[in-house]
Nanobody
Framework: QVQLVESGGGLVQAGGSLRLSCAASGSMFRINHMGWYRRPLGKQRELVAIITSDGASTVADFVKGRFSISRDNTKNTVYLQMNTLKPEDTGVYYC??????????????WGQGTQVTVSS
């Protein structure tokens, strides 16, 4: 049974910072790439950042220079550091992981989502 457990969301003023964490647990052969998506109110889910198993990262254009992604493979955990937050960053943030249960498969897993609210 594989689960992704998120933490770190909450309410922050514009210009502030938050750090989201997501830990994967269960029986796994390998965790491949991990990342973060978000869904602003009334909009479709969008990719925020992705990181490979060896640490190569990509962030979306609309958060470049403000957000960064990292991971700790000893803890099966991915992080999203969010700085200089804007009201438009408000939304539900979802952790994502591409996980191999055996050497010859891979599946998409999702966290439950955590609310981030940025006040003006």
């Amino acid at each position: 049974q594989v689960q992704l457990v998120e933490s770190g969301g909450g309410l922050v003023q514009a210009g502030g910072s938050l750090r989201l964490s997501c830990a994967a647990s269960g029986s796994m052969f390998r965790i491949n790439h991990m990342g973060w998506y978000r869904r602003p109110l009334g909009k479709q889910r969008e990719l925020v950042a992705i990181i490979t198993s060896d640490g190569a990262s990509t962030v979306a254009d609309f958060v470049k220079g403000r957000f960064s992604i990292s991971r700790d493979n000893t803890k099966n955990t991915v992080y999203l550091q969010m700085n200089t937050l804007k009201p438009e960053d408000t939304g539900v943030y979802y952790c994502y992981a591409d996980i191999s249960i055996t050497w010859n498969d891979r599946y998409d897993y999702w966290g439950q989502g955590t609310q981030v609210t940025v006040s003006s």
